[in-house]
């Protein structure tokens, strides 16, 4: 993981950027969160996809660059 961040706005279209307090065992509940997977092609990590896939049961979308 590089970074993480909580972006926040509100109906005024106020912003807020966090840094949040980030523990490792806070990814076994990732009910509220967005999984960003990037450089699919030089990793292998579709291990990790297939487990929130199939165990956690998250929706996935993949967006690849054939180039």
Sequence with gaps: MKATLKIDSDANGNVNIQIPNFKPEDLLNTKDYILIFDDLER???????????????????LIANEK
């Design 43 to 61: 990793c292998s990590i579709i291990g990790y996809i297939n487990f929130f896939v199939k165990y956690q049961f998250h929706k996935v979308i």
